[in-house]
């Protein structure tokens, strides 16, 4: 008999908690904020709302299906079965936060606080749960956007996939030395960093450098097979060059880079507690990911 299907409830602790865990009280909470010209009042609502999401959330899973939920910052450690139905509860961010350990199960986003998030991806309400779930796990699997993902992947076979960037670079964002090849182009460079995104990451970071540098070319869409790339602040000195420093990468595709800094990161959507760590003479080849976000719609 096969096992019923799983809902993977996933969540952020609300800024409400941080404070309690910091303070210890809630009166010790207000006294700070009020301190700094803010009311834990909305706070204490927000979490509020969060807290009344998940209960709907959880309440809409079908009676014979299995359900469990994951902190965000347990993510990294939670291991999701190819059958789930992931129910992401929070902000747009979360969705990105979570897709990066997936592979291929379907995504629900639910938005817990409506005009405070801009729905990109938590597009739904938590009434919208119970129907959702069902049509994820029907035959036809429900209606999904197929959002296209960034990977990175060392000469080691550490990888690492993103939904909206990569960044590579060092840690504390200082210089970074490094070799950069695409095509039959290729140059030595310092900088403070190499962005490679997707049309999903195109309303984010990614969308700041594209302003600055002018935006003459067209970002991708959230599903077009299509990633843009981009370095950060690069110096021109008689060893390292400026020539290569934006472009776009089709699905086939490589932006190759190999490390002349003792250390440099790679992580993706701003998760840089999960990083991969590379070294002198390392290469990392970074383009278009075969694994997708598959998102209700």
Same mark, same amino acid.
């Given at each position: 008999?096969?096992?019923?299907?799983?809902?993977?409830?996933?969540?952020?602790?609300?800024?409400?908690?941080?404070?309690? $865990?910091?303070?210890?009280?809630?009166?010790? $909470?207000? /006294? /700070? +904020?009020?301190?700094?010209?803010?009311?834990?009042?909305?706070? /204490?609502?927000?979490?509020?709302?969060?807290?009344?999401? +998940?209960?709907?959330?959880?309440? $809409? !899973?079908?009676?014979?299906?299995?359900?469990?939920?994951?902190?965000?910052?347990?993510?990294?450690?939670?291991?999701?079965?190819?059958?789930?139905?992931?129910?992401?509860?929070?902000?747009?961010?979360?969705?990105?936060?979570?897709?990066?350990?997936?592979?291929?199960?379907?995504?629900?986003?639910?938005?817990?606080?409506?005009?405070?998030?801009?729905?990109?991806?938590?597009?739904?309400?938590?009434?919208?749960?119970?129907?959702?779930?069902?049509?994820?796990?029907?035959?036809?699997?429900?209606?999904?956007?197929?959002?296209?993902? !960034?990977?990175?992947? $060392?000469?080691?076979?550490?990888?690492?996939?993103?939904?909206?960037?990569?960044?590579?670079?060092?840690?504390?964002?200082?210089?970074?030395?490094?070799?950069?090849?695409?095509?039959?182009?290729?140059?030595?460079?310092?900088?403070?960093?190499?962005?490679?995104?997707?049309?999903?990451?195109?309303?984010?970071?990614?969308?700041?450098?594209?302003?600055?540098?002018?935006?003459?070319?067209?970002?991708?869409?959230?599903?077009?097979?299509?990633?843009?790339?981009?370095?950060?602040?690069?110096?021109?000195?008689?060893?390292?060059?400026?020539?290569?420093?934006?472009?776009?990468?089709?699905?086939?595709?490589?932006?190759?880079?190999?490390?002349?800094?003792?250390?440099? !990161?790679?992580?993706?959507?701003?998760?840089?507690?999960?990083?991969?760590?590379?070294?002198?003479?390392?290469?990392?080849?970074?383009?278009?990911?075969?694994?997708?976000?598959?998102?209700?719609?």
């Amino acid at each position: 008999m096969s096992l019923a299907p799983r809902a993977v409830l996933v969540y952020r602790t609300t800024e409400y908690e941080e404070l309690l $865990a910091r303070h210890g009280t809630h009166g010790q $909470a207000e /006294f /700070f +904020l009020s301190s700094r010209g803010r009311s834990v009042a909305e706070v /204490f609502e927000r979490h509020q709302r969060t807290g009344r999401a +998940l209960r709907d959330v959880a309440a $809409a !899973v079908p009676l014979r299906w299995r359900q469990t939920r994951v902190e965000r910052a347990d993510l990294d450690r939670f291991l999701f079965a190819p059958q789930d139905v992931v129910v992401v509860v929070g902000q747009d961010g979360l969705v990105a936060n979570t897709a990066k350990y997936l592979a291929g199960q379907p995504v629900v986003g639910i938005d817990t606080d409506p005009g405070r998030n801009p729905g990109v991806l938590v597009r739904h309400r938590p009434g919208d749960a119970g129907r959702l779930l069902r049509a994820a796990a029907s035959q036809g699997g429900g209606t999904t956007d197929e959002l296209t993902m !960034v990977e990175a992947v $060392a000469d080691d076979t550490q990888r690492i996939v993103a939904l909206n960037e990569i960044y590579l670079g060092r840690p504390g964002h200082q210089t970074s030395r490094y070799h950069l090849g695409l095509r039959d182009g290729a140059e030595a460079q310092a900088s403070s960093g190499v962005l490679v995104g997707t049309g999903t990451g195109a309303t984010g970071w990614l969308r700041s450098l594209w302003l600055e540098r002018g935006g003459s070319s067209p970002l991708p869409g959230p599903s077009e097979r299509r990633l843009v790339w981009y370095v950060r602040e690069a110096w021109p000195s008689p060893a390292t060059g400026t020539s290569l420093v934006e472009g776009t990468l089709a699905a086939a595709e490589r932006l190759a880079l190999t490390v002349e800094s003792d250390r440099l !990161v790679a992580f993706g959507d701003g998760m840089e507690s999960d990083a991969i760590e590379l070294t002198w003479g390392q290469t990392v080849r970074l383009g278009v990911s075969d694994t997708s976000l598959r998102l209700l719609v």
